[in-house]
């Protein structure tokens, strides 16, 4: 099993930045990449980024390219999302997940985190 646990969620200014962070234990040998995925309310939730662990390539959902930056930090097993000039529509439930391959499919990762809040206020 892999816990993953998200953090640095909160309430920021449209243009503004925030740093969201997830953090990984057990058995994460058995997984190849990181992802971020968001749900906003009445809407399916969807692909922000991933890492894959090992070399560190990236891939960003359209909404999100130029803005957030995904990054990883193998020794504290920690996966980071760096989100700058933040929209109103950035708002959403941030989920950290991790598969075993390397994959932007959802339906893919194993194992997920209990979310948290980004609110982008006017």
């Known amino acids: 099993q892999v816990q993953l646990v998200e953090s640095g969620g909160g309430l920021v200014q449209a243009g503004g930045s925030l740093r969201l962070s997830c953090a990984a234990s057990?058995?994460?040998?058995?997984?190849?990449?990181m992802g971020w995925f968001r749900q906003a309310p009445g809407r399916e939730r969807e692909f922000v980024a991933r890492?894959?662990?090992?070399?560190?390539?990236?891939r960003y959902g359209d909404s999100v390219k130029g803005r957030f930056t995904i990054s990883r930090d193998n020794a504290k097993n920690t996966v980071y999302l760096q989100m700058n000039s933040l929209k109103l529509e950035d708002t959403a439930v941030y989920y950290c997940?991790?598969?075993?391959?390397?994959?932007?499919?959802?339906?893919?990762?194993?194992?997920w985190g209990q979310g948290t809040q980004v609110t982008v206020s006017s």
């Open positions: 057990g058995r994460t040998f058995s997984t190849s990449v």
């Open positions: 997940a991790a598969s075993g391959v390397i994959t932007t499919a959802q339906s893919l990762y194993n194992y």
């Open positions: 890492i894959i662990w090992s070399g560190g390539s990236t």
